[in-house]
């Protein structure tokens, strides 16, 4: 875990704790051929897709079929826009972004 999202707690100031849930509970480190961890962090599609009901219910306020409807209707159109090369996963460092643009509100606070 990068130091500047270690999560609350850490007596880190300039923490960000959306990114600390994003890297913790959703992001999965990639690997070179060898097995070797690159410190690099991505959400695959499915785990973005999960992350996005925490989003909704924590931000929005929006739950159950609500939720449900929401995601149908704007969470694939959201991976296609950040998804651009086809790679299959979303780096986690874009993940506020990856957000704003899910809720349809670049100020939304997700820190």
Avoid at 3 to 26: H, T, V
Avoid at 34 to 52: C, D, H, I
Avoid at 70 to 95: C, I, L, N, P
Wanted: overall charge negative.
């Amino acid at each position: 875990m990068p130091e500047r999202f270690a999560g609350p707690g850490s007596g880190n100031d300039a923490d960000d704790q959306f990114m600390n849930s994003m890297i913790n509970n959703y992001a999965v480190e990639l690997a070179t051929p060898e097995g070797k961890p690159t410190g690099e962090f991505v959400l695959r599609f499915n785990n973005a897709k999960q992350a996005a009901y925490e989003i909704l219910d924590t931000h929005l306020g929006i739950k159950d079929k609500a939720a449900e409807d929401y995601v149908t209707k704007y969470f694939q159109k959201t991976w296609d826009h950040f998804d651009t090369a086809d790679e299959g996963h979303v780096e986690a460092s874009r993940m506020s972004g990856f957000f704003r643009f899910f809720c349809g509100n670049m100020q939304i606070n997700l820190h």
